[in-house]
């Protein structure tokens, strides 16, 4: 499955400035997105969890230039996405669609399921309008809603119903990423097996690549080939999805695995209880920023930022305990 | 299709009444519920019905001066007597409607219009631009509203209504700004404005097919409540003298009559009627506005 790159995540940073005092000047950053690198391949899904304010939607959103990044490059089948202008990059965002957290949030409520499916279309200027007609037919019935569903107005769905329509939304330009930020997080569980299974036969239909957001690792386990772990703006692990939840290597990895029920009564498991909450990323601990929270801590990470490695076969991890 | 469980319920239900299920269907639905709002409709309707047809009311010009029968009291030829002048003041009560709602709803109009263009701009792309409308309209707000619109009145001479609208769309326009801004800006972090920019949609298409819709409901309301507002002001204007010129009639300039205090003591029908008159067009837009804004807010749909 992995053989042609279609993303390359190289030094993503974003940092949000803080203003203050009476002339409004910089007093600091929020590191939302701290030095941030991966590859993700045509195909395949990406997992990425961590906390909430951990800078994973923002690393999303990032990517595709909803916000301009600090620093950093991020190519798209090869292209620097940064170079492009702000007018250029509308055009060039055809490939890259993204699916929203929020269902009630995501949908213009002044507009019909049909316009809102339609639109993409219409701002890169596909099809005519009774082939844009068909289209949307099609991808209502694509996404499991009935086509005649499209004079209706996104507040008479239920939120599942309104994600499909996100979906179909995302797919109607044919592109090749999809991030889906968080896209069942909103979701009763019953409806967010049905919108995974749903994004998983999409995948297959129309060869998309996922980069999936969730703070819920039995859902990105599901979904995902590789998965990789956030903690305030920065990647601590990434891995295949079956080395990552069978061999976690960075503690807080392992942290958050041992929080992941099991429906199995009888198996004790160990909890590993994180201390503390999560640091400030306006002011971040300093060498390894995970630090305060874990017990194997040492002097070395109190004061020396581990390094983005590759330990394993494509098992990348930050952690100075590994060497 | 394994994924099809869950499309049955909401919307099939819907789906056959789905021409009354339109956003602004809603809005109509929930305001004629509210019998007030719906009181204050009939009540305007009836004004401007009396403005419109005010000729075919009354036999008498409302600007002619009959000077040997000034102060009249009210007889049968003279519903409401005349003023000090000698003009008919029933006729002018009814021609007066004319020029108080076409001034109220002029000066809201081109309010408003000054006041989307500059607060959609200011809200949506924030920065330098927004710091520059902002910082003109907080200088604007620093003077009084009546002293401005007295000054510059009194500075032109000549007033005609084109230009006494004209003067009050200028000194009224950073509130309705502010508030088309502060809609914007909350607009601008709604998810659906960053779907609409994700598929590469332009400024152009999000302000205009994202925002203005979706901030349609407060510019309304406020627009209603700014009309009831801008009568007024017409009214305090030309109470003092600053307003349309006589002998053009207008309840504000009628409320003159009572500057004598012979009038304000014996001859109550020269100015009780021109102010009943302003109370209730004022309270029917009131009504009408705080209907709109319930009707409107999406935070209360109940369908």
Same mark, same amino acid.
């Given at each position: 499955m992995k053989q042609t790159v279609l993303v390359e995540v190289k030094n993503l940073k974003k940092y949000f400035p803080i203003k203050g005092g009476i002339l409004k000047r *910089?007093?600091?950053? &929020?590191? /939302?997105?701290?030095?941030v690198s991966f590859t993700m391949y045509k195909g395949e899904t990406l997992g990425i969890v961590g906390e909430s304010g951990s800078g994973k939607s923002t690393m999303g959103r990032t990517m595709i230039r909803l916000y301009e990044p600090t620093e950093g490059e991020v190519f798209f089948e090869g292209d620097n996405?940064?170079? #492009?202008s702000r007018k250029e990059m509308r055009r060039v965002r055809k490939g890259m669609q993204m699916v929203f957290q929020d269902p009630f949030a995501s949908l213009?409520?002044?507009? =019909?399921i049909a316009e809102l499916i339609e639109e993409p279309m219409v701002v890169h200027k596909l099809y005519d309008r009774s082939e844009r007609n068909e289209k949307v037919k099609e991808l209502l019935n694509k996404v499991?809603?009935?086509?005649? #569903?499209?004079?209706?107005?996104?507040?008479?769905?239920s939120g599942g119903q309104r994600q499909r329509v996100g979906l179909a939304r995302a797919l109607s330009i044919n592109p090749k990423l999809i991030i889906a930020? %968080? @896209?069942?997080?909103?979701? $009763?569980v019953s409806v967010q097996a049905q919108v995974i299974n749903l994004m998983k036969d999409l995948q297959d239909e129309f060869e998309l690549t996922y980069l999936f957001i969730a703070h819920d690792l039995s859902v990105v386990k599901h979904l995902s080939d590789r998965v990789g772990v956030m903690y305030l703006g920065r990647l601590v692990e990434l891995a295949n999805k079956k080395d990552l939840y069978?061999?976690?290597?960075?503690p807080y990895t392992q942290a958050l695995l041992s929080a992941v029920p099991v429906p199995n009564p009888r198996l004790k498991k160990e909890r590993i209880i994180l201390e503390g $909450? &999560?640091?400030s990323p306006a002011n971040p601990p300093s060498g390894c920023v995970f630090h305060p929270r874990?017990? #194997?801590?040492t002097d070395r990470c109190r004061v020396e930022k581990p390094l983005w490695r590759e330990? /394993?076969?494509d098992h990348y991890v930050a952690c100075h305990l590994v060497d | 299709m394994e994924t099809q469980i869950d499309t049955r319920h909401s919307a099939s239900k819907s789906l056959n009444k789905?021409?009354?299920? =339109?956003p602004w269907r809603i809005a109509f639905r929930k305001f004629k519920r509210n019998r007030m709002a719906v009181l204050g409709v009939w009540v305007l309707l009836i004004i401007v019905m009396i403005g419109i047809f005010a000729p075919y009311l009354t036999p008498? $010009?409302? %600007? #002619?001066?009959d000077l040997l029968n000034t102060n009249g009291k009210p007889d049968k030829v003279h519903w409401l007597g005349t003023d000090s002048s000698g003009r008919d003041i029933f006729a002018r009560l009814l021609y007066g409607s004319r020029i108080s709602l076409i001034i109220g709803f002029s000066a809201m109009l081109f309010t408003i219009v000054i006041g989307t263009i500059l607060g959609s701009v200011a809200g949506y792309y924030g920065g330098k631009i927004d710091n520059i409308i902002m910082r003109l309209a907080d200088i604007q707000l620093n003077f009084p509203f009546l002293l401005l619109v007295m000054t510059v009145v009194a500075i032109l001479k000549e007033i005609n209504i084109l230009i006494f609208v004209s003067v009050m769309a200028f000194v009224s326009w950073p509130g309705i700004t502010r508030i088309i801004r502060a809609t914007f800006l909350s607009l601008r972090e709604q998810e659906f404005i960053l779907s609409a920019r994700s598929i590469g949609g332009s400024d152009f298409r999000i302000i205009f097919r994202h925002m203005l819709p979706n901030a349609m409901g407060p510019i309304i309301v406020n627009a209603t409540l700014f009309m009831a507002g801008m009568i007024i002001s017409e009214s305090a204007l030309s109470f003092i003298?600053?307003?349309?010129?006589? @002998? =053009?009639?207008t309840w504000g300039n009628m409320? *003159? %009559? /009572?500057?004598?205090l012979r009038v304000l003591q014996y001859e109550p029908w020269a100015w009780i009627p021109p102010g009943i008159m302003i109370v209730i067009t004022v309270l029917a837009i009131n009504f009408i506005g705080d209907g709109l804004r319930d009707a409107l807010d999406p935070r209360m749909r109940k369908s």
């Open positions: *910089t007093i600091g950053h &929020i590191k /939302a997105v701290d030095d996405l940064f170079k #492009y213009n409520p002044r507009m =019909t499991g809603l009935q086509a005649e #569903y499209g004079s209706l107005y996104p507040h008479e769905f930020d %968080e @896209p069942v997080s909103a979701l $009763d069978s061999g976690p290597v960075h $909450d &999560i640091p874990c017990k #194997y801590a330990i /394993a076969k | 789905s021409k009354e299920n =339109t008498h $010009d409302p %600007e #002619y001066a003298g600053f307003g349309v010129p006589q @002998p =053009t009639p409320l *003159t %009559e /009572a500057l004598s």
